[in-house]
């Protein structure tokens, strides 16, 4: 699932608060932010149901890695998405993103 929000002005932190529900919602799902013209993915990992807020300076490049990178860049981004990682095989899900807002303060 692809959104393509408009960021708010650079000089703001940002958030994305959601919630994840259903039948299957796995115990590793990355919320990952792309920003424009970028080919690096910026993430953070949750686990399971529930509602979430992921702040600006929570989201890293290579967040699933031992050692996670980069901060993700402050200014507009081109997509979040929620991505069931598979490293070890099939992973069954079946889950709603649901309640999506974009948190400026």
Do not use: H
């Not at 608060?17 to 792309?34: C, R, S």
């Not at 080919?39 to 990992?45: G, I, L």
Request: glycine content about 8%; aromatic content about 8%; overall charge negative.
């Amino acid at each position: 699932m692809d959104l393509i929000p408009k960021g708010p002005p650079p000089n703001l932190p940002r958030s994305r608060y959601f919630t994840l529900e259903g039948t299957a919602v796995p115990d590793k799902v990355l919320v990952t932010i792309v920003a424009p013209g970028s080919s690096t993915p910026y993430c953070k990992v949750v686990s399971g149901a529930g509602t979430y807020t992921v702040l600006g300076n929570e989201v890293r490049a290579d967040c699933n890695a031992s050692v996670p990178g980069a901060l993700l860049p402050v200014g507009e981004i081109e997509a979040v998405q929620w991505i069931v990682p598979s490293n070890d095989g099939a992973v069954p899900f079946n889950f709603c993103v649901s309640n999506l807002s974009v948190v400026t303060f």
